[in-house]
């Protein structure tokens, strides 16, 4: 099965409205970045053991780790969770610059150094959340 087929399975699997908002944010994350590569992670691990939610992901960039090693990994990341959304900006260097922008902002969410989680777009300005995500793409764009 193809990414874009998971994709969409993963979407149309969701209850109502949390399919309606996650296909929204999948429109809009491939409108930011129309070609940006298409990532879907199951969240099993090796032996197939659920360890984290599913995850879409937009985007490629190099991402160092431990011991001078580097992987790919994707810029914007969607994921459907128990109370809502959760929007991955990944690669961030600064961790305080999503809530410092985009905070006060971005209305019902929850913003860390990389992650804005809501329960519905309809409690936040979709507006920012387009910006925040545009700005982590210019951050991490290769």
């Not at 939610?53 to 991402?63: A, L, S």
């Not at 969410?109 to 982590?136: E, H, P, W």
Request: glycine content about 10%; hydrophobic content about 35%.
């Amino acid at each position: 099965m193809s990414v874009a087929e998971q994709i969409k399975n993963y979407i149309a699997a969701q209850p109502e409205p949390k399919r309606s908002d996650l296909q929204a944010l999948h429109d809009l994350v491939l409108e930011i970045m129309p070609n940006g590569r298409l990532w879907f992670l199951d969240g099993k691990d090796e032996s197939g053991k659920t360890v984290a939610n599913p995850n879409i992901g937009y985007g490629v960039q190099t991402m160092p780790l431990a011991g001078g090693k580097s992987r790919e990994f994707y810029q914007i990341g969607t994921s459907a969770n128990t109370t809502g959304i959760s929007v991955y900006i990944m690669g961030l260097k600064d961790k305080k610059a999503l809530v410092e922008k985009f905070g006060k902002k971005i209305g019902q969410a929850s913003v860390t150094g990389y992650c804005i989680k809501f329960k519905a777009l309809q409690n936040i300005d979709v507006g920012t959340l387009a910006d925040a995500m545009r700005y982590g793409i210019e951050q991490t764009r290769r």
